[in-house]
């Protein structure tokens, strides 16, 4: 938890109110209304029903094991590959349909059939058994935007092994940090990823992490961008030379459902990020349950989530979720303003794109773009937008709506966490009455909930800790290696219930509105890093005293992330040295850590008990009337920050 409780304030309603359009509703995947109360009078077989659509190798014997809460175990007994679910079970009715209409940022197009991908990741399948790869084992991934990258996930599945997908975006630390943790025998990475017409030297950040975790014996490196780079003989091997080599037929192995299928590593409230385990049934269950409602998926739909593979919305909304439904999905490798700010507006309009699922940092930009980007696409494909990563404001959401939207399609504003695996509150477009900037209501099966500081729910209208307390398929089963931090952060605070780490707020309707994080978690353009990642990256300078960081309202990024640093003595602080530290957190983290500004201070703001005050730094970074300050230990330093941060916006982008 942050410094004191936490300040949830409600989003302001515009009153608007938008009943599902007709041509929707008519059709709708869901369009039962009795839906929620029928999955909540029987949750479990609720998700029995939902489990029942994938194809299972043996039925599971028990749907929900609690004898260990909160180490949740479902669909126990039953054995299953998620491989054969997004693959081989299509290849008979829809072989070559397409999997991904894949587009590079510079402008070339692959077009992937299922029968394809199939072949591919069977390849490479057997091409990671070569290198001694097998149930149980540990790959970590490190890519930009390419079919590689699906291809390397689906390939660890179908021999029961487990990935980990490191962001292309985090630095050669981070990467090491989180190899060495998971456990990882072998690397793919690729040898540069297009990234707004540069590259990014992915392979050279491997090169030094690589150094750093001795236990990764194998790199796998896929040519993307044809670039120089170091070559390691007897560790690395090219992708397409492993896969042109490998055998063709890859059979699947029958996983437990309980076997861990990935650890994605998300920052918390400890510099240490942390592994969240997913496993199979269970995290496919609901990632391909909500694609299929959520989005209200038909077989002629053209679906693109514009998001990166490396964060969860990639994994179960571009991978697992679209491929086990069998969907056609767009996946774009590069950045949104390449070469022109309507390079997304152009791919809707190529592909006919039917749904479109992105952030409201992305929202907000396109918006500060202008109208007339979109406006000179055809875009009248869209049916379906969702969005994701953040609270949306309004203004946003009406513009989306409006501009991407036609003024028709309802968007679908999906909440849910790395840890939740897929989504847990949002509408069901063919049932909700939308109203801008709130998610709706808990999908049929999810039981949540807002209560104060003593765990009882609070009034309607009243701001509180949002939980959930039913388990439910995709949950989280722990941290890796670290049950105890899994219990701690999760289940301490309120026995019994799932903490989320978001406010929320219940309105009259039962509609929710997340209100965003109530702990020392940062929201950086839908992007989670903690203030103490951040802080421990700039200590770790060597001029470095002390840092303190928190994020403030952005009207783009949603946060961003404004640090307060104090230099050791007699070292002198400059515009250079600023420089330095924001470039030392990209090293250390990545450049999507770099504080936006940097304040240097003589001191921080403390209580007695010699904890910064966050609180009080935010209402700096914010220009807010500071209130009391009479509880610091140090009171007179607030005056010179505030004063600092006034006339010197350090390192402001
Ligand atoms: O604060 C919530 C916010 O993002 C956090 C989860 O971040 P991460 O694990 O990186 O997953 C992001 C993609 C699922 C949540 O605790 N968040 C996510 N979606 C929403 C949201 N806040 C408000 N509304 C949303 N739709």
């Keep these: ?81 998620i491989a054969t679910n997004c693959l081989d079970r299509h290849l008979a009715e829809r072989g070559e349909r397409v999997a991904f209409h894949w587009e590079g940022e510079p402008g070339d197009r692959v077009t992937i059939t299922y029968r394809e991908l199939h072949a591919r990741v069977s390849r490479f399948a057997n091409a990671l058994r070569g290198l001694g790869v097998g149930r149980g084992g ?19 599945a179908r021999i029961g092994a487990a990935h980990t997908v490191v962001f292309g975006g985090f630095s050669a630390q981070a990467l090491c940090d989180r190899m060495i943790d998971f456990g990882a025998t072998v690397l793919v990475t690729q040898d540069e990823a297009w990234r707004a017409g540069k590259t990014i030297a992915l392979k050279a950040s491997a090169d030094q992490a690589l150094a750093g975790a001795p236990g990764v014996a194998h790199a796998v490196v ?55 385990v997913h496993t199979t049934g269970g995290y496919l269950t609901g990632a391909a349950s909500t694609h299929r409602m959520v989005f209200d998926l038909h077989d002629d739909d053209i679906y693109w989530c514009a998001a990166d593979i490396g964060w969860v919305t990639g994994h179960s909304y571009i991978v697992y979720g679209p491929l ?74 009406e513009w989306y709506r409006q501009s991407i939207g036609g003024g028709q399609a309802p968007v679908v504003d999906t909440w849910w966490q790395t840890e939740t695996g897929s989504m847990m509150i949002s509408p069901l477009p063919g049932l909700n009455t939308l109203k801008p900037g709130s998610a709706s209501r808990p999908l049929p099966g999810i039981s949540a909930r807002v209560v104060g500081e003593d765990g009882q729910d609070v009034p309607d209208g009243q701001g509180g800790y949002l939980v959930i307390d039913r388990p439910w398929p995709s949950m989280l089963r722990t941290l890796l290696g670290d049950d105890q931090r899994y219990v701690d952060t999760y289940w301490s605070r309120f026995p019994g219930l799932y903490l989320a780490g978001d406010g929320c707020r219940i309105d009259d309707d039962g509609d929710f509105w997340l209100l965003g994080r109530i702990d020392d978690v940062m929201n950086v353009s839908g992007h989670r890093l903690s203030t103490i990642e951040v802080e421990s990256a700039l200590v770790d300078h060597p001029a470095v005293a002390e840092a303190a960081v928190v994020g403030r309202a952005d009207p783009i990024t949603g946060e961003a992330i404004a640090a307060f640093v104090t230099l050791r003595d007699g070292v002198h602080g400059d515009e250079a040295l600023i420089a330095a530290l924001r470039e030392h957190v990209a090293q250390q983290i990545g450049p999507i850590a770099k504080p936006a500004s940097i304040v240097l201070t003589p001191d921080l703001p403390k209580t007695r008990s010699g904890k910064i005050m966050r609180r009080l730094l935010r209402d700096v970074s914010e220009h807010r009337q500071l209130g009391d300050v009479t509880t610091l230990a140090n009171e007179e330093v607030v005056g010179e920050i505030a004063a600092q941060a006034a006339t010197n916006p350090h390192g402001e982008d």
Excluded at 254 to 267: H, I, N, R, V, W
Excluded at 349 to 357: C, F
């Design 1 to 81: 938890m942050g410094d004191g409780s936490p300040a949830i304030d409600a989003l302001q309603h515009t009153g608007a109110t938008y009943p599902p359009p007709a041509a929707i509703a008519a059709g709708a995947v869901v369009r039962d209304p009795g839906v929620w109360e029928r999955a909540a009078a029987d949750p479990i077989a609720w998700w029995e029903e939902q489990a029942g659509h994938l194809e299972w190798s043996s039925r599971w014997t028990r749907t929900l094991d609690d004898d260990d809460a909160p180490f949740f175990r479902w669909f126990t007994g039953g054995t299953l590959n």
């Design 138 to 156: 540990r790959v970590a991934i490190y890519m930009g935007m390419v079919p590689e990258l699906p291809i390397a996930m689906l390939a660890c």
């Design 222 to 276: 896929c040519r993307r961008t044809g670039g120089d780079i170091n070559w390691v003989e007897g560790r690395d091997a090219w992708f397409h030379d492993l896969e042109q080599a490998a055998d063709p037929d890859c059979p699947a192995e029958p996983m437990d459902a309980e076997q861990m299928l990935f650890a994605l590593y998300t920052s918390g409230t400890t510099g240490k990020p942390k592994g969240i």
């Design 324 to 397: 086990a439904n069998g969907a056609t999905s767009v996946m774009y490798e590069g950045g949104p303003g390449f070469p022109a700010q309507d390079r997304l507006w152009q791919i809707v309009e190529r592909y006919r794109v039917s749904i479109l699922y992105t952030a409201p940092t992305a929202i907000r930009t396109f918006m500060k773009w202008g109208d007339a980007l979109p406006a000179g696409h055809d875009l009248s494909s869209i049916r379906i937008l969702g969005s994701v990563g953040e609270p949306i404001n309004p203004e946003a959401w």
